[in-house]
C-alpha cells in the first residue's frame, strides 16, 4: 500500500494532471481485469465458451441444457420468476439502462477531467470512445458474472 501511494504521489507532484491520468489508467487496466479475467475462466469452464458475454447464452458443458435454462430452474426452484422472462417494450428498457449507465460513468467529474489533459480535441474525443469502449466492457461482463455465480455454489459444476 505504502509504495503504491508513494508512486501516486511521485506522479502527481512531478507528472501534474497527466500524471495523475496514467495513474487512473493503470488503475483502470487492474480493476478491468480482475473482473474479467475470472469471467473468462469461468465461463470457459461452464460453457467452453471465452467470452463471457456470450457464454450466458451457450450451453454447459457436458449438459444438453443452456445456462439460460438452467438459471431460470434454479430460480423458479427458490421461488422467483423466470430470470429470461421478457416483458415488452423489455429490450429497449434494459438498453437504455445500459447506455444511461455507461454515459454517466464516463460523465463522473473524475473521469470529464482527464479528457482535459490530453492535447487536443480530437485526442478528447477519442479517449471518450475508449472509455465507454472499456465501460462497456465491464457492464456486460456483470450479467454473466451474475448468472454464472449463481450456478457455483449451487453444484452445478462437479
Same mark, same amino acid.
Given at each position: ?57 451457450? =450451453? ?11 438459471? =431460470?430452474?434454479?430460480?423458479? =426452484? ?81
Amino acid at each position: 500500500i505504502y509504495v503504491g501511494m508513494g508512486i501516486v504521489f511521485l506522479y502527481a507532484v512531478f507528472g501534474g494532471m497527466k500524471g495523475i491520468t496514467y495513474t487512473q489508467v493503470a488503475q483502470y487496466i487492474v480493476l478491468i481485469l480482475a473482473y474479467t479475467v475470472p469471467a473468462v475462466f469461468i465461463s470457459l469452464q461452464l460453457t467452453g465458451n471465452l467470452v463471457p458475454q456470450l457464454g450466458l447464452g451457450s =450451453d454447459l458443458v457436458g449438459h444438453n441444457v443452456s445456462l439460460l435454462s438452467k438459471l =431460470d430452474q434454479i430460480v423458479t =426452484d427458490i421461488g422467483f420468476g423466470k430470470y429470461t422472462t421478457s416483458v415488452p417494450g423489455s429490450t429497449l428498457n434494459m438498453f437504455m439502462y445500459t447506455l444511461s449507465l455507461m454515459i454517466g460513468t464516463a460523465g463522473l467529474p473524475h473521469v470529464i477531467m482527464r479528457f482535459f489533459t490530453v492535447p487536443s480535441v480530437k485526442a478528447a474525443r477519442s479517449s471518450a470512445g475508449w472509455a465507454l469502449v472499456f465501460i462497456a466492457i465491464l457492464y456486460t461482463t456483470a450479467p454473466a458474472v451474475a448468472a454464472m455465480a449463481i450456478d457455483q455454489p449451487l453444484g452445478l459444476i462437479h
